[in-house]
């Protein structure tokens, strides 16, 4: 169970001296349709870029996929980039979509199988850094990883290198990998697509309490947190926090925890890559950079890795 995890890591980030909560736990299924609508925003600039550079390197990645290939994709959300894979590369054969957000997994995985009848849909529910082992479909055929979104830059680079290290073992030696990262830009780009003007991604961060609320019996007052994006240029990240408007104690799953005005709950890190360091972070996990599609401003870069 993805979520069964969700308690023990709310009550031990809020009890750190900054508190936090692993991103992961935005991903309920109002979280993965606030995210989709934050795609659409205009603020929002990694979703159109992302899909205007697969679009066109959709034939030169499908020249990396061997014959009755799976496509594994991680965190596949709406599955909605997959298609430009799959319309390019008709030679994949299954696809497994894995995802912590089991209603947007169902829901995208039903809209794969009804648009692509001759595809073999597995869809696997769970935490992508923990899978070990693909579904019975994907046995036996050569394997390439699909990672779009910029969802690596959600990790940190300690975390990065053992996620692309376990998705070398899940994909096998051979495979290929297809990774989104999203490059350093100025700070007024990225704390817009962070802070849009419709506040659809202080709804999206502030879903986060609701779903304490809702599942782990929590009392946070919604009114008494805001949203704040910062742009942490030691660490090259975008942060997302929610900041208590005023001393106050909340109470989670029977447990009371204070905040002083100002306190934050750091919620999300969006790390922005250079070229160079990314290839250096994925040769750390095994990965060598066969070829890279990089955007015009906002920057944005499509990597297709090979395994050592
Ligand atoms: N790939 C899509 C969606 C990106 S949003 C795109 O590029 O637009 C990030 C997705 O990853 C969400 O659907 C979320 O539910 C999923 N996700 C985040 N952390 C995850 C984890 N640890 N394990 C599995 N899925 C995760
Ligand atoms: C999924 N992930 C890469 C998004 C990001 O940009 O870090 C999630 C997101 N957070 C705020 N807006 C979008």
Redesign the pocket.
Known sequence: MPNGSFEADVLAGLAQPQKQIP?KY?YDEEGSRL?EE?TGLEE?Y?TRTELALLRSAAPEIARYISPRATLVEF?SGASVKTRLILDAAPQTEVYVPIDISEDALAAAAAAINADYPDLIVAPLHEDFTEALELPPEAQGRPRTGFFP???I??FDAEEAVAFLNSARRLLHSGAQFVVGA?LVKPEDVLVA??DDAKGV?AA??KNLLTRINRELGGDFDLDAFAHRAVWNPEASR?E?HLVSLRDQTARVAGHAFRFAADETIHT?N?HKFTPDGFTALAERAGWRTLRLWQSPEPAFAVFMLAAN
């Open positions: 991103a935005l995210f934050i929002y990694p965190g979104g910029s969802t830059g959600n999203d697509a962070y991604t999206f961060n975008m997302m999300e969006s």
